[in-house]
């Protein structure tokens, strides 16, 4: 009988939820993270003493697994932790707060948390330039939420701007908080992002891209930049707000 990924012991007991990231992180052997020594250590089996628990008896001080990674500072169980990084990272289209909140069965602001948290350490240095020869680019820009300070209206000059490049080919999406929606606000974005010359490509292995954006009068100077720009609307944020998390982290997460 087939069974479930998630009937697998590290995402249902918690000492073997530790038990599988010590494996993982302590691979040649456990090391302390306070002094270095990875001879004098031993687990604590006290009746007060948390699962995963160890001292070192050569600086004489605790530790766990978590120091040094993103559990540390949490109290979030290790097996809720090992289930939401396993949810964000197999969901083709992404998981949010809400759904690990009901999913894990924990509260909404620890979703948070967690899902800021493992995006975080998902992240990469400098990213490839977005675009090649028959592969489409779409930026758009939205308001969400409010700016902070300021006064409640209905007019979009109270809420953030965020612009969201979108790869048609490879369905990456990239998106930035800007300070406006105008040309010299957009523009070094874009060409940060996108192959923008056919010399520049043939520099680091990547065709010049080709850029879609919705609202073309503004943005005359793409075809200063791109052999070839046209208009087109990406609907891909459909439910933000900055009341948990700061704005940039929520860009990095759509």
């Known amino acids: ?4 990924i998630f009937s697998a012991p590290h995402f249902n007991d918690e000492a073997a939820a530790y038990a599988y990231v010590e494996a993982r992180i302590w691979a040649n052997g456990r090391v302390c993270p306070h002094c270095g020594d990875f ?3 031993a687990p604590l089996k006290g009746k007060s003493d948390r699962i995963g628990l160890y001292k070192c008896y050569a600086c004489r001080k605790p530790f766990t697994v978590k120091i040094g990674t993103i559990f540390e500072g949490s109290h979030i169980a290790m097996r ?3 289930t939401a990084m396993h949810l964000i990272c ?3 289209k992404g998981i949010n707060a809400n759904q690990l909140h009901r999913t894990l069965g924990i509260t909404l602001k620890s979703a948070w948390f967690l899902g ?3 995006r975080e350490a998902l992240r990469t240095g400098d ?3 977005m675009g090649g020869i028959g592969r489409v680019v779409e930026a758009d820009e939205t308001f969400i939420g409010r700016k902070e300070s300021s006064i409640k209206r209905r007019s979009h000059g109270q809420k953030n701007a965020v612009l969201s490049l979108v790869d048609r080919n490879s369905e990456q999406v990239r998106s930035f908080r800007v300070e406006g929606t105008n040309a010299g606000d957009i523009m070094p974005i874009i060409k940060a992002n996108v192959v923008d010359s056919a010399e520049k490509a043939g520099a680091i292995g990547f065709p010049e891209g080709r850029v879609f954006e919705f609202d073309a009068d503004r943005f005359d100077k793409l075809s200063e930049a ?3 720009h046209d208009t087109n609307l990406a609907e891909i944020w459909n439910m933000a707000t900055p009341l948990h998390a700061p704005l940039p982290q929520l860009a990095r997460e759509r």
């Open 90 to 92: 197999s969901s083709k």
């Open 116 to 118: 800021h948290r493992i």
């Open 1 to 4: 009988m087939s069974r479930s």
């Open 226 to 228: 791109f052999r070839s």
């Open 80 to 82: 809720d932790w090992l």
């Open 127 to 129: 990213l490839a330039p």
């Open 39 to 41: 001879e004098r250590s």
